[in-house]
């Protein structure tokens, strides 16, 4: 994967990133996203935030060699801090994180979210607790996507702050527009999930030490949630 040619997964990102953007990619490692969207005229000027030395220097490399200096700025900050109020930024992307991650970067960056910006999400895991902060934040889940790419199961979720909006432990669980849709790659991750809950399940059974009875709980209910969706 380089600028040119973006990762299956990061090119269905880059499909929900509005023309004319002005893009924060948050944690964006070598720059590809922002370089390849500004190659190819999408948006109108970007902002790749990293918070380690090694990948904030290989952005620097990938925007410098493309010649998009003048539109790409490659800031080392924490999170949100990245952003500052003369960027007018439109639309945020964090990928490849975890849910719980992309939650603790959104709350404790809030003072740098207008509220306007489109949230382009890609975590890896923990989207029940995203989710939930989405909602609880006034966000209303207006895309969401699952892909498969190398055996694993990538979900994109696209947010923005609209009318308050209730979802149920299931839809935050397995995603509202997910349980709508039910396409193939839906049902084969959750099929897949199952299978796993009941593993989980017996080796809790078979485990020598007493596990915490809530977390027990957590999982049967789960393994129930999935039954039902599958039934």
Avoid at 156 to 168: D, H, L, M, Q
Wanted: some cysteine; charged content about 20%; hydrophobic content about 45%.
């Amino acid at each position: 994967m380089n600028e040119h040619t973006l990762s299956m997964r990061l090119e269905r990102v880059a499909a929900h990133v509005p023309a004319g953007a002005r893009l924060a990619d948050i944690g964006s490692d070598h720059g590809y996203l922002p370089v390849a969207l500004m190659r190819r005229g999408v948006i109108a000027a970007a902002v790749a935030g990293e918070v380690a030395l090694t990948p904030f220097h290989a952005a620097e490399r990938t925007v410098h060699e493309n010649e998009l200096d003048a539109y790409i700025t490659v800031r080392l900050a924490d999170g949100l801090a990245a952003i500052e109020p003369g960027d007018a930024i439109t639309a945020i992307s964090l990928c490849g994180m975890g849910g719980e991650t992309i939650r603790d970067i959104l709350d404790s960056g809030k003072v740098h979210l207008t509220g306007c910006e489109r949230l382009i999400l890609q975590p890896n895991g923990g989207e029940q607790p995203l989710r939930q902060w989405l909602m609880e934040n006034g966000y209303r889940i207006l895309v969401e996507e699952l892909l498969q790419e190398n055996r694993f199961y990538y979900e994109i979720i696209v947010a923005e702050r609209g009318e308050p909006v209730t979802y149920t432990c299931e839809e935050l669980y397995f995603g509202p527009l997910q349980m709508q849709a039910r396409s193939q790659v839906f049902l084969a991750k959750w099929q897949r999930m199952l299978h796993q809950k009941h593993k989980t399940l017996a080796s809790f059974e078979q485990a020598r030490q007493a596990l915490p009875e809530a977390k027990v709980q957590e999982i049967a209910q789960q393994a129930q949630w999935i039954n039902a969706l599958l039934a």
